[in-house]
């Protein structure tokens, strides 16, 4: 179990996901995860307030990790209960960092690995969440591979 931060008021909005009692916030979760382009996971998830917990089985450490950001960009959520059980392969944990105002792919890729060209695999590593390098904004978390 890993408790993630994220930026409360940054993020995607849901109509009503955080309501207190909201019978539909598993379902509009996972609604949104298809969205984004992340398919149907065997993943089931409950809403605390502004943490979501996320149970269930993954394939891959990438997947969790996008499944979480995913969530944790959601306006409104403070907190992502990681909960999940990846049944594939067991890989490196990635990074996060939370984007500043000023920020762009290449600053952070800078900031992170010293090489502003290396902005790509961040690009690459938050697909399909992304779909265009310059489409971040404050607040929002990503994933930095290792």
């Known amino acids: 179990m890993t408790l993630h931060s994220f930026v409360r ?14 019978a539909e916030a598993e379902a509009q979760l996972k609604q949104h995860i298809e969205a984004v382009g992340l398919g149907s996971p065997n993943i089931g998830a ?11 089985e993954v394939a891959s450490q990438e997947e ?3 499944l979480v950001l995913v969530t944790g960009n ?14 594939g392969p067991t890989t490196a944990v990635s990074r996060f960092t939370t984007v500043r105002k000023g920020d762009t792919l290449p600053s952070i890729a800078k900031a ?19 779909s265009h ?8 978390v990503l994933r930095l591979p290792n």
Not at 46 to 56: F, M, Q, R
Not at 123 to 128: G, I, R, S, V, Y
């Open 74 to 87: 959601i306006h409104g959520v403070a907190n992502v209960e990681d909960q999940l059980t990846v049944t």
């Open 112 to 130: 992170q690995y010293g090489d502003a060209n290396r902005y790509n695999w961040i690009f690459e590593a938050n697909k399909p969440m992304l």
């Open 9 to 22: 008021e940054a993020g995607e909005k849901l109509v009503g996901f955080l309501d207190p009692g909201n």
């Open 133 to 140: 390098p310059d489409r971040i904004y404050p607040g929002m």
């Open 64 to 66: 969790a990790e996008k």
């Open 46 to 56: 409950s809403v605390e307030g502004d943490k979501v917990v996320l149970k269930g």
